[in-house]
Structures are given as structure tokens and as C-alpha cells.
T-cell receptor, first 116, second 113 residues
Framework: GAVVSQHPSRVICKSGTSVKIECRSL??????MFWYRQFPKQSLMLMAT?????????EQGVEKDKFLINHASLTLSTLTVTSAHPEDSSFYIC????????????FGPGTRLTVL | GENVEQHPSTLSVQEGDSAVIKCTYS??????FPWYKQELGKRPQLIID???NVGEKKDQRIAVTLNKTAKHFSLHITETQPEDSAVYFC????????????WGAGTKLIIKP
């Protein structure tokens, strides 16, 4: 149980285009989902916390107009990287927390974004 | 806010020996401390976690200890095997809203055959 899927697994796009990444909790309801970015040989960096039905809370230094987050249902959150640039190339990982559950987060497989 | 420090950044041990990775945290309100293993290009995998009402937890070759007074927790891997080679992250949670995880910088564990 507690499976999180993420699509696409890999995407290559041209500079200036937008990319949408989906994160789904397959067998549980997730009131809270988290979006992380991970650069090579670094730790996970929390970008934003997404609560179902409300606006996402962004971490300091993360542009909310560039990284659009939508959490419209208890099983789906999306991250859209708008007007992507090469410096946005990274590994993006989502995680989900069980509704009413303790602190444990369940991670998606990640999306490797490469912006040319 | 919470800050988690992790040491060492790289750890190389002989196969069969034990490995210990240590983390310290700053927020005394933190109450959940997971350890994750991440292989290259893959998602973090929870390998063990401990809550603040427990001092030690063991699962086969893996154990975690927590010292709330000193605000540090450690991962112990015994009888290391080549497949244990990966990056290990500690994290702390519970002191802030939304149960956010605050991550350590990671330890690259290398098991020498």
C-alpha cells in the first residue's frame, strides 16, 4: 500500500516552454503533498507544500509564479514549470502524506527534467 | 526553524563491517526521525524511522538510536553488504506545520568488497 506515482519520469524540453508533472497517490488519500527538487549530489530541497483545496505554501526563494502547483483532489497534485530555462534542469520528486496519518511521507519515482 | 546536520558526508567501510551515520537536529519539538536510502536516479526509500517516545529501534541489520536530550540520532548498519552502497539521508519532522521533513545533507556509503 501507500504507492505514489509520478509522470512523466523523464522530459526534455526547449527553453521557454512549460512542463507539467503529475503526482498521484494510487491507493490512499493524501491531504498534503510535497514537491522537492534535487540537484546532483545534493539533498532534497523542499519547494512547496500542497494542501488539497487550498493554495500551496512555497519555501523561501521558490517563485510561485514560475512553479505552479495545483492540488485539486485528494489523490492528485501537479507541478507546472513555466517558461523553463536550463537552470531549471533537475530531478523533481513529489511525496504524499496519508490523510490523518503520522509524519511519514511516501515518495514518487521522480521526474528528470532537462531544459535545452 | 529546524536544522539537521549529518555526518560524515562520505563513509567507506569494508564489506561485513558496521557503518554508523550521525545526525543532529535543532528543534526540540521534532518528534519523527526517518532514514532514507537513495540509489542513483531513484526515489528515496524509507529504511527505518523512530518516534520521539522511543530510544532505539531495530530491523534486522539496521538500527536507529535517538537521544532526545542531546538532540541527535544515528543509523547503524551491521554486516554491511555491497547492496548497502547508496546515499543515506536523515530527516526530522513534527516541529513545524504540515509535517514537513527537514533533511540532512546525505552520506554516501561505499561498501568495499
Amino acid at each position: 500500500g501507500a504507492v505514489v506515482s509520478q509522470h512523466p519520469s523523464r522530459v526534455i524540453c526547449k527553453s521557454g516552454t512549460s512542463v507539467k508533472i503529475e503526482c498521484r497517490s494510487l491507493d490512499f488519500q493524501a491531504t498534503t503533498m510535497f514537491w522537492y527538487r534535487q540537484f546532483p549530489k545534493q539533498s532534497l530541497m523542499l519547494m512547496a507544500t500542497s494542501n488539497e483545496g487550498s493554495k500551496a505554501t512555497y519555501e523561501q526563494g521558490v517563485e510561485k509564479d514560475k512553479f505552479l502547483i495545483n492540488h485539486a483532489s485528494l489523490t492528485l497534485s501537479t507541478l507546472t514549470v513555466t517558461s523553463a530555462h536550463p537552470e531549471d534542469s533537475s530531478f523533481y520528486i513529489c511525496s504524499a502524506k496519508l490523510a490523518g496519518g503520522y509524519n511519514e511521507q511516501f515518495f514518487g519515482p521522480g521526474t528528470r527534467l532537462t531544459v535545452l | 526553524g529546524e536544522n539537521v546536520e549529518q555526518h560524515p558526508s562520505t563513509l567507506s567501510v569494508q564489506e561485513g563491517d558496521s557503518a554508523v551515520i550521525k545526525c543532529t537536529y535543532s528543534d526540540s519539538a521534532s518528534n519523527y526521525f526517518p532514514w532514507y536510502k537513495q540509489e542513483l536516479g531513484k526515489r528515496p526509500q524509507l529504511i527505518i524511522d523512530i518516534r520521539s517516545n522511543v530510544g532505539e529501534k531495530k530491523d534486522q541489520r539496521i538500527a536507529v538510536t535517538l537521544n532526545k536530550t542531546a538532540k541527535h540520532f544515528s543509523l547503524h548498519i551491521t554486516e554491511t553488504q555491497p547492496e548497502d552502497s547508496a546515499v543515506y539521508f536523515c530527516a526530522a519532522s513534527g516541529g513545524g506545520s504540515n509535517y514537513q521533513l527537514i533533511w540532512g545533507a546525505g552520506t554516501k556509503l561505499i561498501i568495499k568488497p
